[in-house]
């Protein structure tokens, strides 16, 4: 079904009103962009504090300005984007740190930011588009976190970034 709402925010609020009633935190709304920095969809994250139990559900703002529990039809049947697509088209000498996970890719872009590196290095979810791979392995040197060591704070992101060098994500 779709619904209209003011702001991505709010749609999220109402799509996961069932969740958010049984105790359910929205801990965010993660934009997805293409390279130009275009919002394809979000990604909406809620979690549970006393189980941990997550509800993560992507949500799509069609052209009539109403949004759908759900990916968009074009991303049914392709490979989805990254998540930091954007900034990583932006610093195109930029190191590549793929992590685990949009509150990771988060973490680590804020701690650079606060290191006053940013546009040096760019956390990217791996997504599923594995065909842009290529294109950015050519130039990026890439970097991943291993999975179950990723950053939970600015200083575990510290300890664990460097961790594995690899061209073939």
């Known amino acids: 079904y779709s619904i209209q709402a003011a702001s991505p925010e709010d749609a999220a609020r109402i799509f996961a009103k069932k969740q958010l009633a049984e105790g359910y935190v929205l801990e965010a709304v993660h934009p997805y962009a293409d390279a130009s920095g275009n919002i394809l969809y979000w990604r909406i994250r809620c979690k549970h504090p006393a189980t941990k139990r997550k509800w993560i559900r992507p949500m799509h703002l069609d052209e009539d300005g109403c949004y759908h529990l759900s990916e ?26 793929i992590v ?4 990771c890719a988060n973490i680590l872009n804020d701690f650079f930011e606060a290191q006053a590196v940013t ?8 997504g599923s588009d594995t065909s842009s ?6 130039r990026h040197a890439v970097r991943a976190v291993r999975r179950g060591r990723n950053p939970a704070s ?16």
Do not use: I
Not at 100 to 103: A, I, L, S
Not at 133 to 138: D, I, Q, S, V
């Open 72 to 97: 968009p039809p074009a991303y049914k049947k392709q490979p989805k984007p990254l998540y930091g697509l954007f900034p990583l088209a932006q610093h195109p000498a930029a190191m590549v740190w």
């Open 100 to 103: 685990e996970g949009e509150k």
């Open 119 to 126: 546009g040096q290095h760019v956390a990217v979810t791996s």
């Open 133 to 138: 791979w290529p294109r950015y392995t050519a």
């Open 154 to 169: 600015p200083d575990r992101a510290r300890r664990f970034a460097v961790t594995k060098e690899t061209t073939d994500c």
